[in-house]
């Protein structure tokens, strides 16, 4: 019946013929899948009842014990059931069941094993409401006699009993309950074989449709075969007698109509393809200017191939951009790792670090010459920057060079705190506005050494070259690294000159105790030189202000109080951290960790570590931080202090600076203890002065 048609009206044909049998199948699938729902839903209202009869028959047991309560039970119980039998009977939406359910009108069967589930009810109801609505206690009189005032007469004792009726109504439950109970269960297992059968039906269902499409994927492959593969293998057999130049004529004994059209087209493709290949063969010998000779710019081909030359010669030009990026890229590295490794091994004496760093710095980047300049503030009124550290030639020269802030480039460069880069620089220039001598280069960067907004210095870097732009992002990223060192070792600096100084003046108050009986005035230099002491130990205490985070805790870890640079580097007033818990500002898995360091403090450890805050704008800040509890006269530990140093930018470098850090701390620590004796001594020499006093006193009145 088929024979005559295309293949399309045939293919069309199957395909419908397959929709019939699955739009069949599913109809029925769907229909019995809705039968076994609706039996699931009554199986469980049934299994529900079982549930209520029980609920009745426990129920109604205690009604002497929790009168108001079971009564209420028992009226919810009897409702609820009531309201479930005229579903069953009749159909509807279930009590307590979503709006979506409905449920339909039962088959014959069904009701008739319902009905006689509701006749069993209805007398079992009747009992139930007499235990709600009659009362449950009668009243029994007995006559009694006795004797009042010798005199024998008769009373009536009152006697508070059970009802009889509402005894009855329990029996009557108890003794039915496997009555109705076993009702239900009958229906139950009615529905259960009912959904057995469903079942089995579907499987029928699943078993044919499974017969006719094998038989129809039979028919559907002979079908494939003889209209749509052997026409094909021949096709292919002409394609290879193209590629073999074999133009013989391709004839189709079967259904030449619908594939003599792909001969022609198939001839076309080949001389097409000659023009391809040789197309591709350019673009692989990198001859990346290759055009068709016949260009179609409607073939997706040719178009895809003109695109994949363009893509390639771009290819080819980011490789070689991404080559000469990768060197860069791995020389800065090289260059951080480098002035990294001079930075953490000189980190004790500032001049021989910062030699080592100009030295390094000028002969990586192929320099003619560099100098470092630091400031010096000793005197507040005469700030100005002085060169410590220059490198020419391979040849280290040292020169005394003081250049005030604003002064030409130099100056300017401390003033602004910004970079200065000049290119083309006229050979008078240099010797004018540099500071390093009398050579003129052609290319000149200065650098400001900064943390933050303190500056420490500048570097400043001359060559015969231009400098790139990514030599000096290079020297921009590792003048941070070298502030924050050079800081560190200033701190350092510092602190050991202190620590000398007050162990000298230490000596020297124990030297003029030992006099104090002969000589008194010596006992007020003495005084002198303490106060002095005092003095420089607050401006240490100052700088340790400005330079570090500071903030006291209790022995709870509430904060006492915080230092403003404290408060500007977590962005919080001073209102929102008093009397806080530290934890607030810490990130959410370090809290454990935070107590656990406020539990080893409060037991006289001193613990270094580093800590990760969140500022109040959510930010990670990170400190190289140091608690330190802090002890009364008696000893006693009564808070704990916070000190911290900001290391966010370079928490690469946390080894190197935290152990400089530490060291400050401690040295700062050692020198807060010998303030404390030295002021015992001081007030010892003081109570000996007065009783020395006293005693020339009194020898004068003798005399």
């Known amino acids: 019946m088929l024979k005559n048609h295309s293949i399309l009206f045939k293919i069309i044909s199957l395909l419908l013929l397959i929709i019939f049998i699955s739009s069949l199948s599913y109809f029925l699938n769907n229909k019995i899948m809705k039968n076994k729902t609706t039996l699931v839903h009554i199986i469980k209202i049934i299994e529900r009842n079982k549930l209520i ?95 009042i005032n010798e005199q024998k007469k008769e009373i009536i004792k009152v006697k508070k009993i059970n009802n009889p009726n509402t005894v009855m109504s ?20 009615y529905l259960a074989n009912q959904k057995k059968i469903l079942s089995n039906y579907q499987n029928i269902i699943f078993i044919l449709s499974i017969i006719i499409y094998i038989f129809i994927s039979i028919f559907l492959v002979y079908f494939i075969y003889n209209i749509v593969i052997q026409p094909i293998n021949l096709i292919g057999l002409q394609i290879k007698r193209i590629n073999k130049s074999k133009h013989e004529k391709f004839v189709l004994k079967k259904n030449p ?124 009124d005469d700030i100005f920057l002085e060169l410590i550290s220059i490198f020419a030639y391979d040849r280290k020269k040292y020169k005394k060079k003081k250049i005030l802030i604003g002064e030409g480039l130099l100056g300017m460069c401390a003033l602004e705190k910004n970079t200065i880069w000049l290119n083309k620089v006229p050979k008078e220039y240099m010797e004018i506005e540099s500071g390093l001598g009398e050579s003129s280069p052609r290319s000149l960067i200065i650098v400001p050494l900064k943390t933050n907004t303190e500056l420490l210095g500048v570097i400043e870097i001359a060559s015969l070259y231009e400098f790139t732009k990514n030599e000096i992002n290079f020297v921009e990223n590792i003048a941070e690294n070298i502030s924050s060192t050079i800081k560190t070792t200033k701190i350092s600096q510092k602190t050991a000159e202190l620590l000398i100084e007050s162990r000298t003046k230490s000596k020297e108050l124990a030297l003029q105790d030992s006099k104090l009986r002969i000589k008194i005035n010596e006992l007020k230099k003495a005084q002198e030189i303490a106060e002095k002491n005092e003095i420089e130990i607050s401006k240490l205490i100052n700088a340790v202000d400005k330079t570090l985070l500071k903030a006291e805790l209790n022995r709870k870890g509430r904060i006492s109080s915080v230092n403003s640079f404290f408060l500007n580097k977590t962005n919080y007033h001073d209102d929102e951290l008093i009397n806080k818990d530290f934890s607030i500002i810490m990130s959410e898995n370090k809290i454990g960790e935070f107590k656990e360091i406020i539990r080893n403090v409060s037991a006289g450890k001193v613990i270094k570590t580093n800590l990760k805050l969140i ?51 401690n040295k700062n620590e050692k020198l807060n203890e010998q303030e404390k004796f030295m002021k015992i001594d001081m007030k010892k020499m003081m109570e000996r002065n007065i009783k020395l006093e006293n005693e020339l006193e009194k020898l004068k009145n003798r005399n």
């Open 53 to 147: 009869i029980t609920k009745i028959t426990l129920y109604s047991g205690q009604i002497f014990d929790n009168e108001k309560e079971v009564r209420e039970e028992l009226t919810n119980a009897v409702s609820l059931y009531d309201f479930t039998l005229p579903v069953l009977n009749n159909g509807g939406i279930p009590p307590e069941y979503t709006k979506g359910i409905i449920l339909p009108e039962p088959e014959k069967e069904l009701s008739n094993k319902v009905k006689v589930t509701e006749h069993l009810w209805e007398k079992y109801k009747d009992e139930v409401n007499k235990i709600i609505k009659e009362p449950i206690h009668s009243f029994l009189k007995i006559p009694m006699d006795t004797i």
């Open 170 to 189: 329990i029996d009557y439950i108890k003794s039915n309950h496997k009555l109705l109970f076993d009702a239900n269960t009958t229906i139950i297992s």
């Open 257 to 380: 109509k619908e594939f003599e059209h792909i001969i022609i087209e198939i001839e076309k493709l080949t001389s097409k393809l000659t023009e391809t290949v040789s197309f591709i063969n350019k673009i692989k010998e990198n001859d990346f200017e290759a055009e068709f000779i016949n260009f179609n710019k409607n073939n997706p081909i040719e178009t895809g191939l003109i695109n994949l030359r363009d893509i390639l010669r771009k290819n080819a030009e980011d490789e070689k951009h991404r080559i000469e990026e990768e060197k860069i890229r791995q020389w800065t590295v090289n260059g951080i790792e480098k002035f990294n490794e001079i930075l953490r091994s000189s980190t004790t004496n500032l001049k021989s670090l910062t030699d080592a760093i100009i030295k390094n710095l000028v002969k990586y980047l192929n320099s003619s010459q560099g100098g470092i300049f630091i400031i010096n503030n000793k005197n507040e």
């Open 615 to 665: 500022t109040k704008n959510n930010k990670k800040l990170w400190l190289m931080a140091q608690f330190i509890p802090v002890k009364n006269n008696e000893k006693r530990i009564t808070g704990i202090l916070l000190l911290g140093n900001d290391i966010t930018i370079r928490i690469k470098k946390e080894e190197i600076n935290k152990k400089l850090l530490e060291e400050a701390l």
